[in-house]
């Protein structure tokens, strides 16, 4: 069965997305561990009341982003993970944790990557006036927001969204897609090929999400 450890800071709902899933049983995987880098992250409650194991390591003691990353890559090792999940973790990450997990390290986006990575990517695509926006899970690479992409999904931007509104509907399509590409880790069926992330599941697909667009009454 496949072995992950999530990384989180703030509300933790795609952890709680993922719990649900193999709970469900639509995702077979066990998370060995959850960490955190804010003691007051919520996440730290799900994983709680859940009963997964957790870690809180924060930047004040290891305010170095090498040294923090080690850190983390050694309680992932000693937790026996397979892949890192980030969900919602807002540090960098560093070839010290990369170089552990290669080509194992994924993270979730609130846009259609490479369209506005880094930060506040709901008010970017708003500033910018797309019509469609959405959210991508990817492999971490070193750069920002730039891995290889596993699984993308449309959410059209309507007249008089806010960022709170966009943001509500985009988090719906997140919870949606990050069981479903951790589920093709757990296939085993997942091929990276320089930028290229194929899994021959028709579902990995985004050609799926956008043959299927989400529409929402005005
Ligand atoms: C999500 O929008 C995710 O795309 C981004 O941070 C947010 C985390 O939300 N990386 P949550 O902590 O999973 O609720």
Do not use: W
Not at 45 to 64: G, L, W
């Amino acid at each position: 069965m496949l072995t992950i450890g999530v990384l989180v800071s703030g509300s933790g709902s795609n952890l709680q997305a993922i719990i649900d899933a193999i709970e469900n049983k639509t995702l077979n995987a066990r998370i060995a561990v959850v960490i955190s880098n804010r003691i007051d992250a919520f996440a730290l409650e799900r994983a709680k009341k859940h009963n997964i194991p957790h870690e809180v390591v924060t930047r004040k003691e290891f305010p170095e982003r090498n040294a923090f990353d080690h850190k983390v890559a050694g309680l992932l090792r000693s937790s026996g993970v397979d892949l890192v999940v980030l969900a919602g973790f807002m540090r960098l990450v560093t070839p010290a944790l990369l170089d552990a997990f290669p080509e194992r390290v994924i993270n979730i986006h609130p846009s259609l990557l490479p369209s506005f990575p880094g930060l506040d990517a709901q008010t970017q695509a708003l500033t910018h006036g797309v019509k469609i926006t959405g959210c991508t899970v990817h492999l971490v690479d070193g750069g920002l927001d730039t891995g290889p992409i596993i699984i993308q999904a449309a959410v059209p931007v309507l007249e008089g969204d806010t960022v709170e509104s966009l943001s509500k509907r985009i988090l719906a399509e997140e919870h949606r897609i990050y069981p479903q590409a951790i589920r093709l880790f757990a296939m085993g069926k997942m091929k990276i090929s320089g930028r290229s992330v194929s899994s021959g599941s028709s579902e990995a697909t985004s050609k799926a999400s956008l043959e299927n667009p989400l529409v929402y009454p005005d």
